[in-house]
């Protein structure tokens, strides 16, 4: 049963739960209880799962390990606390872990200080990741801690090391900390296969306990938690909701009143203006900007126009050392810098001290990831968290503009696992297979507890175990072995380094390094590889200020030619730039519905409207105006939105939303091209689907490539000037898109795509099919590209069933699209619930400005992009006149 705790327990009652030495410490050091605390200390002590949501500086550590420490305190002031693991904690950061030890040693140092434990044996805390040292592990050999603090990986580890998972056999607790960012992604669905394998080995179970801060749906990750008891029901759990105890100051600041018209200049001096108003009058400031290249811009910016010191302002990001990154960890701990910027790599649980304000240039893309970052700031429960997003596109005004409105009333965006990853499988039944001789049968049953494999088809888990003992016929040949056997229905160990292959191969995080991209024999540069999977053959890109079409791959190195007379379809920062939520974008809709008609009948009501739009001056009606102040919006930002809003209305007279799509049919004389531009409010993902099924059934009917260009508002499709399309052609095209297999067209579409292949090399490597680590020789990714490229091909005449490539196309079509969702808005326009209107325009109308600028971003500067964007508001403005006349 999972069931939510309401009623907190009194003060007493949850302090009476802890023992007596460890109680009149909490009391001593603490002026009182934080609201998951108040469940937590009674619910730990009676051995219930629980699962802890609550922000920062709630107390979340305490409330799960104050009733564990005082269990074992119990236990050496009875003289039966012994040299085992009793309490296994789990982080995916390495950083959060040191943390934990620090944080756990201050009780334990203070309360052993104290008559009363003196003589005691002392309950004893030990980090085990990748980076503890030999020596420090051999010593946990001979004696482990009692609490152990980990990582997924490293307990996967754990559980085929025959010495040290006899250190296991005590355990009572498991604490799975940062659950939102663990389950999610594959990381941690590795992690719930490793938890049903310890529980497996236990013959019993054990107190689960889960901490996060930013979860929804609730429910489904108290699942994620606790798994299966068996094929029915879920292992009890109660779930402790305190996300919204701490309270939050935040808003959206639009740091210009006219965005289109302010020169480049203007917009950054005024950006930075705000910038170093908050950071000078806070002790500390924390500023996310997304990408590491912002980051860097930004840290360059401060130092320069304000005189920054190294010592005060520094940069935080995931491609800086790791000994630079704990320097600026622990210079903020001491409170010795004014200004942090970082890409995303500080928003989880690390202990950076005290954050005063958070600032976030541009939209973070989902409500959830705003809470968590704004979240950082205010260390202790009774602070106030206080953020601002600083925003200068708008697009990401109005999406930021909800956002903050939606989490105002409690909305969060959901998380999504992987279900059924036949690629982490494959790890774990060779890990099962180094344990002992399984049953497949009990095999099975084991697994599907796992709460992301409960609906895992038979069919999928035996040719899982089929390819692992060798039984697809031609795989040998491509140097592919068993690493297990299997007959009469059992399965066990095969081969004698298949216990060093799953040692040194063992994970869910891919192997990347940087693409070098070459134009013949000419050395150019270098991109991220997650960029060269979104490309295709034709693509045009910018690196190095200049333009190069895609023309094909080898290994990890990219071929280009020049493409000078000819305009970007992808921004080179495409690929690091965070896709909008689905749940916000239906709220971004559900918004545009109910403002548009506002901004409608304070247009209809205007006189002399031309006027007044072209001087910046047109004011909203009473509703539009109610409407902008329930939003946490300063007013630049709400002039801009009502401005935005009007300017659609009057030149497209149509708003689109989540519930009618738009689709607008104009060319672009210029640069000699006709478009295509759906309007269609469902983030990048589902987009990304669409526009892929669409560009293939009108590139079929003309004969001709089409260009795409997606982004979290819809998508544009592309043709030269000669293919003519006719209006009637486009309603035929939804027609054909309503009734076409839409799976079947996007698995064929991305057969031979950069993304199948980047992709398959990753699920080949997580299933060992191909090796990243051979007999302690690392593999370089070149060479992993290359074995896979061959080895797709051989798959590929196995079948579409074969685990790895089904798994392959499962993580392309799920995860890096949403084709769930995809099907379901195809479903919902043919039947009526979803209307589309096609509109046929002599200029771009204002919504579509920053998609069709979204190729042409970095084609020098920003300052280019801010011109284009000025060029076709202009055009805007002169069809506005016209039908005014």
Not at 769 to 785: A, D, F, P, T
Request: glycine fraction near 6%; aromatic fraction near 8%.
């Amino acid at each position: 049963m999972i069931d939510y705790y309401k009623k907190p327990f009194t003060a007493e009652e949850s302090l009476s739960a802890l023992n007596p030495v460890l109680r009149a410490w909490f009391e001593k050091k603490y002026k009182g209880l934080t609201p998951p605390q108040r469940y937590s200390f009674r619910l730990i002590k009676e051995e219930k799962n629980l699962l802890i949501t609550a922000p920062t500086g709630s107390g979340k550590t305490f409330s799960a390990f104050m009733s564990i420490l005082s269990s074992l305190f119990g236990m050496a002031q009875d003289g039966t606390l012994e040299d085992k693991i009793y309490c296994i904690y789990i982080s995916p950061l390495k950083a959060l872990n040191n943390d934990i030890y620090k944080n756990l040693n201050v009780p334990l140092d203070d309360v052993y200080s104290t008559p009363k434990a003196e003589g005691l044996k002392r309950i004893s805390v030990g980090v085990r990741t990748g980076d503890t040292p030999q020596s420090e592990r051999q010593k946990q050999l001979r004696t482990p801690p009692n609490i152990l603090v980990t990582t997924p990986e490293t307990l996967a580890i754990i559980l085929n090391s025959p010495r040290f998972i006899e250190n296991l056999k005590d355990i009572k607790y498991v604490v799975i900390d940062e659950l939102h960012e663990l389950a999610n992604n594959k990381r941690g669905v590795h992690l719930s296969l490793s938890l049903e394998r310890l529980t497996e080995y236990l013959e019993r179970d054990f107190v689960r306990i889960g901490l996060g801060a930013t979860l929804y749906p609730l429910e489904e990750a108290a699942k994620f938690l606790v798994g299966y008891k068996n094929e029915k029901e879920e292992r009890d759990c109660y779930i402790v909701d305190a996300t919204w105890d701490k309270k939050m100051d935040y808003q959206v600041m639009c740091p210009v009143k006219d965005i289109i018209n302010a020169s480049n200049d203007q917009i950054d001096k005024e950006i930075y203006k705000t910038l170093n108003s908050v950071i000078k009058k806070n002790e500390t400031t924390l500023i996310f900007t997304n990408t590491r290249s912002g980051t860097e811009r930004t840290v360059f910016n401060l130092t320069r126009r304000f005189r920054y010191g190294e010592e005060s302002v520094a940069a935080h990001h995931g491609s800086l050392s790791r000994e630079s990154r704990l320097e600026v960890e622990e210079l903020l701990k001491k409170g010795k810098l004014k200004c942090v910027v970082s890409s995303t790599s500080l928003e989880l649980g690390i202990d950076i001290g005290t954050i005063d304000d958070v600032v976030q240039l541009g939209s973070p893309k989902s409500m959830t990831r705003a809470i968590q970052r704004i979240g950082r700031s205010g260390h202790s429960f009774n602070d106030v968290a206080r953020g601002q997003i600083i925003v200068i596109n708008r697009d990401d005004l109005v999406e930021c503009s909800v956002m903050l409105y939606e989490a105002k009333r409690r909305h969060l965006d959901s998380f999504t696992t992987p279900m059924n990853a036949l690629d982490v499988l494959s790890q774990h039944i060779v890990g099962m297979s180094l344990n002992k001789k399984w049953k497949i049968d009990h095999a099975y049953e084991t697994v599907r507890k796992a709460y992301p494999y409960h609906g895992l088809d038979r069919k999928d888990f035996d040719r899982t175990i089929n390819y692992l003992a060798g039984a697809y016929v031609g795989l040998e040949s491509r140097r592919v072995y068993g690493k297990i056997w299997a007959e009469e229905g059992e399965f066990g160990r095969r081969g004698r380094f298949t216990k060093l292959i799953y040692y040194l191969n063992l994970g869910t995080i891919p192997d990347t390094v940087s693409v070098q991209v070459y134009e013949k024999s000419r050395w150019i540069g270098g991109i991220q590889e997650e960029f060269l999977a979104r490309l295709k053959p034709g693509d045009i890109f910018v690196l190095g200020g200049r333009l190069y079409r895609f023309d094909y791959s080898k290994g990890m190195n990219c071929y280009v030619s020049r493409a000078d007379a000819r305009m970007p379809t992808i921004p080179p920062w495409f690929s690091e730039q965070l896709p909008l939520t689905y749940e916000l974008a239906i709220d971004i809709g559900n918004f545009r519905e109910r403002f548009g008609e506002a901004v409608r009948r304070s247009v209809k009501n205007s006189k002399s409207v031309f006027s007044m739009l072209k001087k910046n001056r047109l004011e909203p009606n009473e509703d539009a105006k109610r409407i902008l102040d329930e939003m946490p919006i300063d007013a630049n930002a709400k002039h801009s939105i009502f401005q935005y809003f009007a300017e659609q209305l009057l030149f497209a007279g149509i708003i689109p939303n989540d519930r009618l799509i738009l689709i607008e049919k104009t060319a672009d004389k210029e640069k000699k091209r006709n478009m295509i531009i759906f309007h269609t409010l469902y983030g990048r993902r589902v987009n990304d689907a669409l526009s892929r099924v669409l560009a293939v059934l009108l590139g079929d009917i003309h004969e001709t490539d089409i260009g795409v260009a997606i982004n979290d508002n819809g998508f544009m499709l592309v043709t030269e000037s000669d293919v003519k399309i006719k209006k009637d052609e486009i309603n035929e095209l939804v027609q054909e898109l309503v009734s076409a297999d839409i799976a079947a067209m996007l698995r064929d579409n991305v057969r031979r795509t950069e993304m199948l292949k980047r992709r398959f090399r990753q699920c080949a490597a997580r299933a060992f099919m191909i090796l990243r680590n051979y007999k302690g020789r690392q593999i370089s990714v070149n060479r992993q590209q290359v074995n896979s490229g061959m080895l797709l091909g051989s798959v590929e005449e196995i079948g579409r069933d074969f685990p790895v490539l089904k798994e392959t196309y499962r993580e392309v079509l799920e995860d890096v699209m949403d084709l769930k969702r995809t099907k379901e808005i195809i479903a919902r326009i043919k039947k009526g619930e979803i209307d589309y209107r096609v509109i046929e325009t002599s200029a771009p109308s204002p919504f579509s400005h920053v998609l069709i600028t979204f190729g042409e971003a970095d084609v020098v500067m920003m300052k280019d992009r801010r011109k284009r964007l000025r060029e076709l508001h202009k055009q805007v403005l002169d069809q506005i006149k016209r039908y005014s006349r």
